[in-house]
């Protein structure tokens, strides 16, 4: 399978626990998007990639959200101290150049359960 | 304010009919415009995309989506619906604002129910 891949696919945590997700990006991809989908919503934005360089942050993303994409490759979102508020599903995309950027390709998410 | 609006929270239609899905948008300039499809337990699918020429644009799995800038929608449509079409659909515009980094701005969706 050549597309997005996101590990784990679901996460139960403990509020004040810490975790973390993997995002493996079509390979010849150099932009990456994470995005967070709670039920009944669309997804909203939370960071942008270009290669290894975060553009871009929503007001969304607190100082308890960090993201790394440390060689232009992979990417990862750690939550520290997760609250019940962070339950949701947390989307990966990517996208190509020229005008293949304004086609995302998305992975099947991790669901994330905060009890 | 940039936003989406998919006004019908469900659209249950018969197999064979058409559909119709509808999208209203908000943003400055001229819109980049794209729907998507997901499906229980994995992640939305790229159907189509509008940004600029025919204000009819073709995607994938026999949809197509029409353009009016009059009007700022954006609706999806299908001459003849399937069962396996029934999945939730968003429609979703670039932000125009932000430093071009094409970040999407989603509406919150339309679940479609195609009924046999």
């Known amino acids: 399978d050549t597309g997005v891949s996101q590990d784990p696919r679901h996460k139960i945590t403990k509020r004040g626990q810490n975790v973390t997700f993997r995002c493996d990006p079509i390979?010849?991809?150099?932009?990456l998007y994470w995005y967070r989908q709670t039920l009944g919503q669309g997804p909203e934005f939370l960071t942008y990639?270009?290669?290894?360089?975060?553009?871009?942050k929503s007001r969304l993303l607190s100082d308890r959200f960090s993201a790394e994409r440390p060689k232009g490759s992979f990417s990862t979102l750690e939550i520290q101290r997760t609250e019940q508020g962070d339950s949701a599903m947390y989307l990966c995309?990517?996208?190509?150049?020229?005008?293949?950027?304004?086609?995302?390709?998305f992975g099947p998410g991790t669901r994330l359960t905060v009890t | 304010a940039q936003s989406v609006a998919q006004p019908e929270d469900q659209v249950n239609v018969a197999e064979g009919n058409p559909l119709t899905v509808k999208c209203t948008y908000s943003?400055?300039?001229?819109?980049?415009l794209f729907w998507y499809v997901q499906y229980p337990n994995r992640g939305l699918q790229f159907l189509l995309k509008?940004?600029?020429?025919?204000?009819l644009v073709k995607g994938s799995y026999g949809f197509e989506a029409e353009f009016n800038k009059s009007q700022t929608s954006f609706h999806l449509k299908k001459p003849s619906a399937l069962v396996s079409d029934s999945a939730l659909y968003f429609c979703?515009?670039?932000?125009?604002?932000?430093?071009?980094?094409?970040?999407?701005?989603f509406g919150a969706g339309t679940r479609l129910a195609v009924h046999p």
């Open positions: 390979s010849e991809h150099n932009r």
């Open positions: 990639f270009q290669n290894e360089a975060q553009l871009e």
């Open positions: 943003v400055s300039g001229n819109p980049y």
């Open positions: 995309a990517s996208s190509g150049s020229g005008r293949a950027i304004y086609e995302q390709y």
């Open positions: 509008y940004i600029t020429g025919d204000n």
């Open positions: 979703a515009v670039r932000d125009m604002v932000s430093g071009g980094y094409n970040k999407l701005i």
